[in-house]
């Protein structure tokens, strides 16, 4: 009852019953008889209980916050149901790899260390996230030796090397020597690969140890790092009631760690007692060079170290304050290996939250990222100026970390308090140069659009599950705009190789950057109406791979660019297939279109059938002639679409649900060589729709002569059967059908 009495101090008393009251604990307890003993009714929830609420009208009914996320239960504790669909998740470290698609690995608050997929068919759902760890999760990374092992951490640096397949765990923490005592080891241990040697990994405690055999030996290869101050290392001792040392009380400690990716002799370490050090030969000698920091406080956080990309002597640090009560942003550069520095962060600067991590860019040394407490910021010039990232509704909430994805471009996001965010190819923020920013409009570099493979995946939830959403399906398609577009046209569309117009683009008029995207797929075919939904049709053909022309009109300005169009790298099946497979989508989107023409022929003819009879006496014998004309046209149409409601189940099939569902089959649902059935069958159904329309042909050139003659006695207009001519030019007109 008074396990950690500062983090767990509440006791809630039912509204209804005096004596039972709920004491929130690691285990959630509650007594039935005003405290004279207490039981355990965590049942499966997660565990470190904070808060609960009863409802005043039902008091059974309970809602409590845990560590593992919120839980409900309807029978006073005894079973619990969890609140699935909150993205509230707090991750600390993020990391990815080089699968296609790739994965996202991220240690969570007290709940272990994940992987999941970076896209899914069908949506991003709890159920792909694979926990591979323990405890506080922090630090986690793939083996750059072996994909079938990561590297993962928990608090207090426990770190394990763990089989992604069989989730076998070895622990390999680095131990103490002879007499040594406890070595320090922070709450969140850094973890770090070697961007130069594939296996060597680093880890720290208040000694850097590195290990090059997947953690079977481990060599220090600095001495004490830390200030070693020994008041801050007195976590044992109680303040009167009871001793904490779960290891988050753990100081002077090595934070933060950086291995040049251009020289491995340069490593960088910060601590998280105000140190800040530097080795240029591999760990033999080191230098602390915090005192060469000008405007830093004393004994600053080491929050992150970034060692450039670009030169063994440039390295970047953020500075963590809040714990002395001290919110601002502190991030400085270096490009003479710490001895001199520049701040990054000025007095002036809009930048608000204290600094968790910083990131340089891969490819342009003039684009930072910082995370902060209140979100992302972006500058573009190295730190003169800086913007608040709100791209997607990215809230101001706590980014603890970064990973810029080598291969995808993407900018992935390790949120406290809203899970992994992903920026989906940060390459045009890379080409937003000063000469950019004063242009008039232009496009952006345009990573290839690669078709990703149509598949299925998920499955339904209901509301009680979160669903992360994939990136488009689409080509994506950015563009700059020095000033909203106010005057005149502002079109976007798209050519093929051979200059023909391929698609149109709904296009933003806002200043900055837009991002659009086009389908990359051909008009959907014209299906001709019927009881039912041709969902099958619903979507054209997609173009092949190629380069594609975009054309954006802006008033009586053209900016263009190329867009490359490039196959799934999955795929197994050749250029050849997939021309295969268009040839056939084309073919069938055509037949579509045949068929369509031949029920408004049909319907055009009934109309106007049942418009003459309408127009006659009653008993007439010519309306009864036109009348019973106009069934039998009815009865054609009825061989190609149905006409009855309730689609494959309870209502009809005929040709035009035949041809959608073969449609459907070949040009949406797999891009490899068709089948030859499925060649075959589009052959029989236009044999079978030639069928029909030789009939009504046939009955036309058998039966509208003397209905007409009979008319023109009546003196009322003839009945004309619609040309293709008429129906294309009223198709283009926009009253084809859809």
């Keep these: ?9 509440n006791l809630i008393v039912d509204p209804k019953n005096e004596n039972r009251l709920y004491k929130p604990d690691l285990n959630l307890v509650v007594s039935n008889d005003g405290g004279s003993s207490f039981s355990n009714i965590s049942g499966g929830a997660h565990g470190d209980f904070h808060d609960v609420w009863i409802d005043p009208q039902s008091p059974d009914h309970l809602i409590t916050g845990d560590d593992g996320g919120v839980w409900y239960s309807y029978d006073a504790g005894n079973k619990w149901w969890k609140g699935d669909n909150l993205p509230i998740s707090q991750f600390y470290h993020v990391s990815v790899d080089m699968d296609r698609p790739y994965h996202v690995y991220g240690g969570l608050q007290d709940n272990s260390a994940w992987v999941g997929e970076s896209q899914y068919p069908g949506g991003i759902t709890n159920s792909r996230w694979e926990n591979m760890y323990n405890g506080d999760g922090f630090w986690i990374f793939v083996d750059p030796l072996d994909a079938d092992y990561i590297y993962a951490e928990y608090q207090g640096g426990e770190i394990g090397r763990v089989n992604r397949k069989t989730h076998e765990t070895r622990n390999i923490k680095p131990l103490p020597g002879y007499k040594e005592g406890k070595l320090r080891f922070n709450w969140n241990t850094p973890i770090h690969l070697s961007p130069t040697r594939k296996g060597t990994i680093y880890l720290g405690s208040q000694f850097l140890f590195r290990s090059r055999d997947f953690g079977q030996t481990w060599e220090r290869v600095s001495p004490d790092l830390t200030t070693n ?61 915090v005192a060469n920091v000008r405007g830093l406080p004393a004994n600053a956080w080491v929050s992150s170290i970034e060692a450039g990309h670009f030169d063994e002597g440039t390295v970047y640090a953020s500075f963590d304050l809040h714990t002395f009560g001290d919110m601002r942003s502190y991030a400085y550069k270096s490009t003479d290996f710490g001895k001199t520095w520049s701040p990054l962060v000025g007095a002036e600067s809009p930048v608000r939250g204290y600094a968790h991590v910083i990131k340089e860019d891969l490819v342009n040394r003039d684009l930072l990222f ?122 976007i569309e798209v050519f093929d190789q051979a200059g023909k117009l391929v698609g149109t683009v709904p296009s933003g008029k806002r200043r900055g950057l837009s991002r659009v995207t086009w389908s990359m797929r051909l ?6 109406p019927a009881a039912s939904a041709s969902f099958g049709a619903a979507f054209g053909p997609r173009v092949l791979p190629g380069t594609y022309t975009v054309r954006m009109s802006k008033d009586k300005d053209v900016f263009t660019t190329r867009l490359q169009v490039v196959a799934d790298p999955r795929a197994r099946y050749p250029l050849a297939d997939r021309q295969a497979q268009f040839a056939l989508a084309l073919k069938l989107s055509g037949l579509l279109g045949d068929m369509t023409f031949a029920v408004e022929r049909m319907n055009g003819v009934r109309q106007a059938l049942d418009d003459r009879a309408a127009k006659l006496p009653s008993g007439d014998s ?17 061989k190609i679409v149905a006409t009855k409601e309730g689609g494959m189940i309870t209502g009809e099939e005929r040709l035009r649900e035949n041809l959608a569902d073969l449609y459907g089959n070949v ?31 046939a009955w036309t050139g058998r039966e509208l002569p003397g209905l007409n003659a009979a008319l023109a006695a009546k003196r009322l207009e003839s009945i004309r059967v619609l040309s293709r001519e008429q129906w294309e030019a009223k198709a283009a007109a926009g009253g084809g059908p859809n």
Aim: net charge negative; glycine share 8%.
């Design 523 to 528: 008009k959907a075919p014209t299906v001709p």
């Design 622 to 638: 010519l309306a009864a002639r036109l009348n019973a004309a106009s069934s039998a046209v009815d009865l054609l149409r009825k």
């Design 1 to 9: 009852m008074i396990w950690r009495p500062f983090y767990f101090a």
């Design 667 to 697: 040009a949406v649902f797999y891009e490899g060589r068709p089948t030859q059935t499925q060649v075959e069958r589009g052959d029989a159904i236009a044999r079978e729709l030639a069928d029909v329309v030789r009939d009504f042909d």
């Design 370 to 491: 910082l995370g902060t407490e209140l979100g992302l910021w972006v500058t573009l010039d190295g730190g003169k100026q800086w913007a608040h990232y709100k791209g997607g509704d990215l809230p101001a909430v706590a980014v603890r970390d970064l990973a810029i994805h080598p291969r995808d471009d993407d900018l992935v996001i390790a949120t406290h308090g809203r899970g992994i965010w992903i920026i989906d190819d940060i390459r045009p923020l890379r080409a937003l140069t000063p000469a950019m920013l004063t242009a008039t409009a232009a496009f952006l570099q345009v990573k290839p659009a690669v078709q990703r493979m149509p598949a299925f995946g998920g499955w339904a939830n209901g509301d009680a599950t979160f669903v992360g959403p994939n990136p488009p399906d689409e080509a994506v398609i950015t563009y700059y705009q020095r000033r909203r577009h106010i005057f005149g046209d502002l079109k």
């Design 229 to 289: 101050d020994p008041a801050k290392q007195q976590q044992e001792q109680s303040g009167g009631v009871t001793v904490d040392n779960s290891s988050a009380e753990m100081h002077t400690t090595i934070y933060a760690i950086a291995e040049s990716p251009k020289n491995p002799a340069v490593i960088w370490a910060g601590t998280d007692d105000g140190n800040l050090q530097v080795t240029r030969d591999g760990g033999k000698t080191w230098t602390n060079v």
